[in-house]
């Protein structure tokens, strides 16, 4: 009538040993899981804010024109100075100019350069060569033939400029002086 039931009980250890152990196990898996998902996403979010500066953290060029401040003697027009007056775009970050790469390509060369503060002539004034505020403007005067390392613009000659900011956006300035240009003269673009 009454059987040995010993063997019951350590069945129901062996089970609640195994069970724990997959807990256990269960528990170690989803704190991997959580540190790669924190991994990633941290990832992710630096990836965003970095695509997010190449495109917003730029200049806006509010006016450029083209100067001939050295006339020559027999009348002809080379146009030697260009200034850019710019601004930081909206939704920007501040912009420091002397880490600011330029990338100039005239009719005749392609030079590359890093903007100075001999280039950089404050219209509002800033504190330092960084635009910080959307009201800050500041004129970027370059001399052809020196700064660019060409010679002047002819009537009629063509240009591209290219503005990076340390983030690496893009402002791209294009421009043609008129074949109709004069010697001692200013040329808006």
Do not use: C
Request: proline fraction near 3%.
């Amino acid at each position: 009538m009454f059987e040995d039931k010993t063997d019951r009980g350590q069945v129901g250890i062996g089970t609640l040993i195994v069970f724990i152990a997959m807990v256990l196990v269960a528990a170690i898996a989803a704190g991997v899981l959580v540190n790669t998902a924190g991994f990633l996403q941290e990832n992710a979010e630096q990836t965003g804010q970095e695509a997010q500066s190449q495109v917003s953290d730029r200049l806006n060029v509010v006016s450029s024109h083209l100067n001939d401040t050295d006339p020559s003697s027999d009348g002809t027009a080379d146009y030697n100075r260009l200034n850019l007056t710019v601004k930081k775009a909206a939704g920007s970050g501040p912009v420091d100019l002397t880490t600011t790469t330029v990338t100039y390509l005239g009719p005749s060369t392609t030079t590359d350069f890093q903007v100075t503060t001999d280039e950089i002539v404050s219209v509002t004034p800033i504190k330092s060569n960084t635009l910080r505020n959307e009201s800050d403007r500041v004129v970027l005067s370059f001399q052809l033939g020196t700064d660019l390392g060409s010679g002047a613009l002819s009537p009629g000659d063509d240009f591209e400029m290219r503005i990076t900011t340390a983030s690496g956006a893009t402002t791209v300035v294009e421009g043609r002086l008129p074949s109709t240009a004069e010697a001692d003269g200013l040329v808006a673009l």
